[in-house]
């Protein structure tokens, strides 16, 4: 069967492959459409599993608001470089629609979910199709969605998809001051990363970890270990309490307080008084690229010496 250029170029917006691969797919499956996809789904998972062990610390958090759900997602590249991208940064976005849309409680299951804007493949599916396109390992690494129950969630993203974050506010009032609100609070949670957002979630394991630790600091400095049993347990119960401070949202210093002491916790009070209304944080999510994962190290010049060589 002849192979037209038009058949090439539907293949292509079909699959996003390049175009002498989607000429090759219809040559070897004699100009069958499906057949062809099938032979480029073939080839994209190839060449995936040869990607596969390279190190994808790279890429893009992207958050989704839609009405009153909010999904997080973390998709990695092996490079910044293709984290700008438009085709990597339209396919994060794409994620991002399907976890607000999904009932999937961990990865494997969203993996296995059918792709949004292609039923007939999986996520998985699409995720291997766009490797092939791109060109380096791309990994769908995390995903969190929440659902507001009783007040609203609103969604902030810092340095151009280099920290996601979404906070869930409890409230019976929610306007534009409400919303302005807890957006500033999703910058004060990119900005200050906080772990909690109260002392209320801070487990009695924890702390007594933190006091294990800092009572064996104070032990091993020999000024601070002749100090009284009393004036020891204080320090440790200062240490503690700074460091919950630091650790918990409502304790923290409010980034755009003016006087620099305002808290978290006393920023909300305020507008609390301003709506008429409670106005609190009842959870949050906070995905910052790469964090945790080992990252390449490039040497360029040794890279380009061994191409050389």
């Given at each position: 069967?002849a ?8 293949l ?10 989607c ?5 070897e ?5 499906d ?29 989704v ?9 973390e ?7 293709v ?5 990597f ?16 409680t ?17 996520v998985?599916e ?19 969605k929440?659902v507001?129950?009783?007040g609203?969630?609103v ?19 929610v306007?534009d ?8 609070i999703?910058?004060?949670i990119?900005?200050m990363?906080p772990?909690?957002?109260s002392?209320?979630e801070?487990?009695?394991d924890?702390i007594?970890h ?17 100090k009284?049993?009393?004036?020891i ?23 755009k307080?003016?006087?620099?002491k ?6 909300l ?15 949050f999510v906070r995905?910052?690229t790469g ?19």
């Amino acid at each position: 069967m002849a192979i037209t250029a038009s058949m090439v170029k539907d293949l292509r917006e079909m699959t996003g492959a390049g175009m002498m691969d989607c000429k090759k797919a219809l040559n070897e499956t004699n100009g069958d459409m499906d057949a062809a996809v099938e032979y480029l789904r073939k080839n994209g998972q190839a060449k995936a599993e040869k990607k596969a062990g390279r190190i994808a610390a790279e890429g893009l958090c992207t958050v989704v608001v839609k009405d009153n759900a909010a999904a997080v997602v973390e998709v990695n590249s092996e490079t910044d470089f293709v984290a700008k991208n438009d085709t990597f940064r339209d396919f994060v976005t794409a994620v991002a629609n399907q976890a607000v849309a999904s009932d999937a409680t961990d990865i494997d299951a969203f993996m296995g979910e059918s792709w949004n804007e292609d039923a007939s493949k999986t996520v998985q599916e699409a995720l291997v199709e766009k490797i092939a396109v791109i060109g380096e390992n791309l990994k769908i690494r995390r995903f969190e969605k929440i659902v507001a129950t009783e007040g609203c969630v609103v969604s902030y993203v810092h340095g151009g998809g280099r920290i996601g974050v979404i906070v869930e506010g409890a409230t019976s009032v929610v306007n534009d001051e409400v919303k302005e609100a807890l957006g500033n609070i999703a910058m004060q949670i990119a900005a200050m990363n906080p772990k909690y957002v109260s002392r209320d979630e801070v487990s009695a394991d924890y702390i007594a970890h933190e006091k294990e630790i800092l009572l064996a600091q104070i032990m091993n400095d020999p000024k601070e270990s002749q100090k009284p049993e009393k004036v020891i347990n204080g320090m440790i119960e200062g240490r503690i309490s700074k460091e919950l401070k630091d650790i918990c949202l409502v304790d923290q210093v409010y980034v755009k307080a003016e006087d620099g002491k305002q808290t978290v916790g006393k920023y909300l009070e305020e507008v609390s008084k301003k709506v008429g209304a409670p106005v609190s944080v009842k959870r949050f999510v906070r995905f910052e690229t790469g964090e945790g994962l080992e990252k390449k190290n490039e040497d360029f010049a040794a890279e380009v010496a061994a191409q050389l060589g």
